[in-house]
């Protein structure tokens, strides 16, 4: 790809662009610890996973309690296809029960070949801001999946 973005030896061997974080999840609601990602030293483009498996960040409104944070974020506009290139996306934080009622700065995303995506991730505003993640691309492979068996 153009950026070289989305090579084997870009991320996947270079476990600091690979965010593996199970308490990113979306239906992580333990109040008993609230991770913040203004701490974060981000440089580059990142893979997520959730354990091990592939995951994306979500691009509808997260559950103000989920993933592990305060206010949970998440990307509006949607995720862009191969073809699209690298987009810019705004980044929402739920919280008082309005989807986007904290804006963050906005991050950049890319589709890759082989259905993932990459965010070149940056400091979040404010604590406790944190970067969410759901295994969504999983899901969307499985229905086109057990569809096309009918």
């Given at each position: 790809d153009s950026l070289g973005l989305c090579t084997r030896d870009t991320l996947v061997t270079q476990s600091r662009y690979v965010l593996d974080d199970?308490?990113?999840?979306?239906?992580?609601?333990?109040?008993?610890?609230?991770e913040c990602d203004t701490s974060v030293t981000w440089s580059g483009w990142y893979r997520l996973f959730i354990n091990g498996l592939s995951a994306q960040i979500p691009d509808t409104c997260v559950e103000k309690t989920g993933c592990g944070t305060d206010i949970p974020l998440w990307i509006?506009?949607?995720?862009?296809?191969?073809?699209?290139?690298?987009?810019?996306?705004?980044?929402?934080?739920?919280?008082?029960?309005?989807?986007?009622?904290?804006?963050?700065?906005p991050i950049?995303?890319?589709?890759?070949?082989?259905?993932?995506?990459?965010?070149?991730?940056?400091?979040?505003?404010?604590?406790?801001?944190?970067?969410?993640?759901?295994?969504?691309?999983?899901?969307?492979?499985?229905?086109?999946?057990?569809?096309?068996?009918?």
């Open positions: 199970p308490w990113r999840a979306t239906n992580n609601t333990n109040a008993s610890v609230r509006r506009g949607g995720h862009p296809t191969v073809k699209d290139g690298v987009v810019t996306r705004d980044v929402c934080g739920h919280w008082h029960n309005y989807c986007c009622y904290h804006g963050s700065y950049k995303v890319k589709a890759c070949p082989g259905n993932y995506y990459v965010y070149e991730l940056v400091r979040p505003t404010y604590c406790n801001f944190a970067y969410c993640a759901g295994n969504y691309i999983c899901m969307s492979l499985f229905i086109r999946l057990v569809s096309s068996l009918h």
